[in-house]
């Protein structure tokens, strides 16, 4: 009975339609599949450019911010050497204005440097 169904539809059918339409279809899922892998590697593609990217970012942060604390630590430690060789004391603060200036214009990335005593007397450059 099924098959009666099936002959009668296929008989009506005109034979271009019967050899185009598989056809059609098999282009169309390999398209489709073609396109949907393709859309699949373009996110991994991105997803893997994203996380390089941001490794990226984060290791020029860490090393600037470690340029920037050695400089600080390299700063306060050449101070420390000026106050232990008495060119510059802590009991009169007023030569270190000229000399903490001039530290600033040695390292433009110092937005501020200071010298401030246990007597809240304070100087910067």
């Known amino acids: 009975m099924q098959d ?11 034979l271009r339609i019967v050899f185009i339409v598989p056809f059609i279809l098999q282009i169309l899922g390999v398209v489709g599949l073609v396109g949907y892998l393709s859309y ?28 920037y604390l050695e400089i600080s630590h390299q700063i306060n430690q050449v101070n420390l050497s000026q106050i232990e060789l008495n060119l510059l004391t802590l009991q009169n603060l007023y ?14 990335d110092m937005a501020y440097i200071a010298i401030t005593t246990d007597k809240n007397q304070q100087r910067s450059g």
């Open 4 to 14: 009666q169904f099936l002959n009668r539809i296929f008989a009506k059918l005109p």
């Open 40 to 67: 699949k590697t373009g996110q991994k593609t991105f997803e893997d450019l994203a996380t390089q990217l941001m490794n990226e970012v984060g290791d020029r942060v860490e090393q600037n911010l470690r340029i």
């Open 95 to 108: 030569p270190w204005e000229k000399y903490l200036w001039r530290q600033i214009q040695l390292h433009p």
